[in-house]
């Protein structure tokens, strides 16, 4: 506590004589759980459910009397109103409401001081504090502030409430409640007057007053609509907006659309019917209520005021994928359209990112690397395995509507005798590598090639889906290798491509399942672009080559250093592991300007002067002939 508020506190104690010994400080304002506030023709919120001395609570049931009836105790529940269209779900000092002209509502609230009731137009009435005894209530002389004080403060929390009645013309009207004492001219906390109110603001409603209520007829700002997994309640809020799930529906599954339906006032629609429709042969059924059994329709029809009502949506077929538009309507306006995707069972196998493999080496093995630089997932294999539905959806095999097991269909034999599946996919999303699942298939013993296909059988239905057959490749590490470049001849400015292609001892395409390893390269006027070459050793301790067992590397043509044109003989090493002899490879290197050389001068005077004598001859052969 700071002195300045000790100091008031200590002088209000000091004046408690001038109210007959009765007026002593205020406690701190105690905070209770707070509700959030029910709109018009909802529950009454009984004053507890509010904060002390920060709230202002709203009368919403409907009056069946004249006007509006404050609350007779702090637990009450017979508080109403007359003609209120709207209510939000606060109570603090940043409410609205809606009401009509002429209307009235009841304002209450728990507090611990003097309180105060103001209002920019409109007119107070009936303020009471109706549990409590030697209370004082001053109007104003034009009604539009109430104010109530104690004899003394009140020990514990004290239910303050009173009537107002809104204005006549319509526009935008302010109603708040503010508490505390004042301070007067000595610096003293004294009892607030009529025309010196308390200054905390607890309370604040901004009343819009309307001469006719546009309730009854539906509002799409209003409405909650949303896909789910489950049927549920999904109520409008102007604070958090209906979302729909981000869950993959697979095959078998049903999805739900949960929604309510509000007018401008955020209140039920009157009674109505409800048309659900179904596009490509969707199955809907739509109930006010979370469990709903599977339709059987396209069409489904409800008598509702589409409150928290629910539409289940289901495949026509087992197996097949469905994507479908769903449509609701209350009284043949559309209020809610979602479009939804349930996939298919497995029936297509796509085969891709296929690798080569070791010579006698199990079809779990190897291949990590590969697929790493591939996929971006470390995990051994040879190929990958893409499993969709007949509409092209990615098809999680690991979940249970895609269960299965994955087999060898067709190929393998002395090359090629085991096919597996090692790793199952894990995601429905095409555009993650999660969607792989990642395959090995083993080699005999000796270099090769064979066509194999692998299947999928479904567990729950026997469905047997098979993939086009692909070349798996079994061959030797690598004992050798040659470079090539991609042109005998540069320019300066050019990109140049160099492939490194590795062989094995019998000279068959290495495969790559063993990491390039160390190397160096001298390419004179050349710089390396690849990430995996550097000046020095350039070694890539992980990666490895391409299925066909070569590798490229790109690089700038005298971009860094003036060129001289010429020939030129690079020296390329592969030496951790050693593949044998440096490879040399040549090329010519032009740097774009005049590159005549004096062999070239000379070439051009010989055939010069044997043109020549070749006129001169003919020029005697035609004088002779004279």
């Known amino acids: ?366 291949g990590s690397q590969w697929m790493y630089q591939k996929t971006g997932i470390y995990t051994p294999g040879q190929f990958t395995v893409v499993a969709t539905d007949s509409a092209g959806n990615v098809v999680n095999t690991s979940t249970a509507s895609g269960l299965g097991s994955y087999s060898a269909a067709s190929g393998t034999g002395t090359q090629v005798p085991t096919v597996t599946v090692n790793t199952r996919s894990t995601s429905n999303d095409a555009t993650s590598p999660l969607a792989y699942n990642f395959g090995g298939f083993g080699c005999g013993a000796s270099a090769g090639v064979a066509n194999i296909s692998i299947k999928f059988t479904a567990t729950a239905t026997g469905k047997v889906t098979t993939s086009s057959p692909f070349a798996a490749r079994c061959a030797d590490t690598a004992t050798s290798y040659s470079v090539s470049l991609d042109k005998a001849a540069y320019s300066q400015g050019e990109i140049a491509k160099a492939t490194v292609q590795f062989l094995d001892s019998k000279g068959n395409k290495a495969n790559n399942t063993v990491a390039i390893g160390a190397n160096s390269w001298v390419l004179p006027y050349m710089t390396a672009v690849d990430s995996t070459i550097t000046t020095t050793t350039g070694a890539s301790s992980t990666s490895v080559t391409n299925e066909d067992g070569s590798v490229v590397y790109t690089f700038t043509v005298g971009t860094t250093t003036a060129a001289v044109s010429g020939t030129y003989t690079g020296v390329v090493s592969f030496t951790a592991p050693a593949l044998g002899v440096n490879a040399t490879p040549t090329y010519k290197l032009s740097t774009g300007g005049d590159t005549t050389t004096n062999a070239d001068v000379l070439k051009s005077i010989v055939a010069l002067i044997a043109s020549i004598n070749k006129q001169i001859q003919a020029l005697q052969k035609l004088i002779l002939k004279r």
Not at 216 to 234: E, I, L, M, N, P
């Open 1 to 366: 506590m700071s002195k300045t508020t000790l100091r008031k506190r200590i002088a209000l104690t000091a004046t408690t004589a001038l109210f007959a010994g009765m007026l002593s400080v205020a406690s701190a304002p105690v905070a209770s759980a707070q509700s959030s506030h029910t709109n018009a023709g909802g529950t009454t919120m009984v004053a507890t459910n509010g904060t002390t001395d920060a709230s202002m609570m709203t009368s919403v049931v409907a009056s069946t009397g004249t006007g509006s009836v404050i609350p007779s105790t702090t637990a009450a529940s017979d508080a109403t109103q007359k003609g209120l269209l709207n209510k939000d779900s606060s109570s603090g000092t940043a409410q609205t409401a809606t009401i009509l002209a002429g209307g009235s509502v009841a304002f209450y609230g728990m507090v611990t001081t003097a309180a105060a009731f103001t209002a920019t137009g409109g007119s107070f009435s009936n303020a009471a504090i109706p549990v409590t005894t030697g209370e004082t209530v001053v109007y104003n002389s034009s009604n539009t502030a109430v104010l109530i004080t104690f004899a003394g403060a009140p020990s514990a929390a004290t239910l303050v409430a009173t009537n107002w009645t809104a204005p006549t013309t319509v526009g935008t009207y302010t109603v708040s409640l503010s508490t505390g004492y004042v301070t007067n001219s000595s610096g003293v906390l004294v009892q607030p007057t009529i025309t010196t109110l308390p200054s905390t603001l607890s309370g604040n409603i901004l009343v819009t007053v309307v001469a006719a209520s546009a309730g009854g007829t539906w509002s799409a700002s209003r409405t909650a609509c949303s896909v789910q997994t489950a049927g549920g309640s999904t109520a409008y809020t102007s604070s958090l907006a209906a979302a729909d799930t981000t869950t993959v529906f697979t095959d078998g599954d049903s999805a739900y659309i949960a929604y309510d339906l509000n007018d401008a006032y955020t209140q039920d629609l009157p009674t109505g019917n409800i048309t659900v429709t179904a596009t490509n042969g969707g199955l809907v059924n739509v109930a006010s209520a979370t469990s709903l059994v599977a339709g059987t329709s396209s069409t489904a029809i409800l008598s509702s005021d589409g409150t928290l009502d629910n539409v289940r949506v289901s495949q026509p077929t087992a197996g097949a994928p469905l994507t479908t538009t769903v449509t609701i309507a209350y009284n043949g306006t559309t209020v809610c359209t979602k479009t939804i995707t349930i996939r298919g069972d497995v029936a297509k196998l796509t085969i891709g990112n296929i690798g080569s493999q070791a010579l006698s080496a199990a079809s779990t093995a190897n």
